[in-house]
């Protein structure tokens, strides 16, 4: 059985998956795993929804025709009105990254991946209700980590990805999300595409000690 310093140093964004469905009873293992997160005064304010199959499919031609179409995504994805210098020079790392470890033709395929879910065969959405505030949202990004280090343990890979909320009215629709909910994020997962030139690329992780300041200890 995988420890959690396994599952953290295993855990890593998949950008290609294999088509091959993950069985409902392996992705309510997950999830029942993951559940299991702290959250603000246990108020667990995240609700799940789980896409796959047809209606996947059906969500991203729709996905795919409204960027064709140049549908703007939802105006609510909080992006920051710039990004910190260091970000940038992260963000080109990875895309140099990608290039030296995979290729040319992967960095094309970069953004075409993304446009297609990843080929990811199912997509976890989580939502929680309007009224709450962004110490809810802190709590969807623990149980975030929750379901990706769930998945790794049992063989399966994820994909974080904003992208997968670009067109919520869409999601509303196909998976019968009410309005009273904000659908905050997406996550594919499935089984790696590990012959894929993509999923070559490991971004590198900055160190503790550049990270960490300490005081008293």
């Not at 993951?34 to 995240?46: D, F, I, K």
């Not at 009410?178 to 659908?183: A, G, K, Q, R, W």
């Not at 999923?199 to 160190?207: E, I, V």
Request: charged share 20%.
């Amino acid at each position: 059985m995988m420890n959690i310093s396994e599952a953290l140093q295993v855990r890593r964004s998949c950008r290609a998956f294999k088509p091959d469905s993950v069985d409902k009873s392996i992705l309510l293992a997950v999830l029942n795993e993951a559940v299991r997160t702290p959250s603000w005064a246990n108020s667990q304010p995240w609700e799940i929804f789980v896409a796959g199959g047809e209606v996947l499919r059906v969500i991203n031609q729709t996905y795919l025709e409204n960027s064709r179409n140049n549908v703007s995504p939802n105006p609510d994805i909080p992006h920051p009105k710039s990004w910190p210098e260091i970000a940038n020079i992260r963000l080109k790392e990875l895309i140099s990254g990608v290039s030296l470890a995979a290729g040319e033709a992967a960095v094309k395929q970069f953004g075409e991946l993304n446009q297609k879910f990843f080929n990811a065969p199912a997509v976890i959405y989580l939502c929680m209700d309007k009224s709450l505030t962004t110490w809810s949202v802190f709590d969807l990004g623990a149980l975030s980590q929750s379901i990706m280090l769930a998945a790794a343990e049992h063989g399966l890979a994820t994909m974080p990805a904003v992208t997968l909320v670009h067109y919520p009215e869409v999601l509303r629709n196909k998976l019968d999300i009410p309005d009273n909910l904000s659908i905050v994020f997406g996550i594919a997962i499935g089984y790696e595409d590990d012959k894929h030139p993509i999923n070559k690329f490991k971004s590198a992780r900055r160190p503790v000690s550049e990270v960490v300041t300490s005081k008293g200890i």
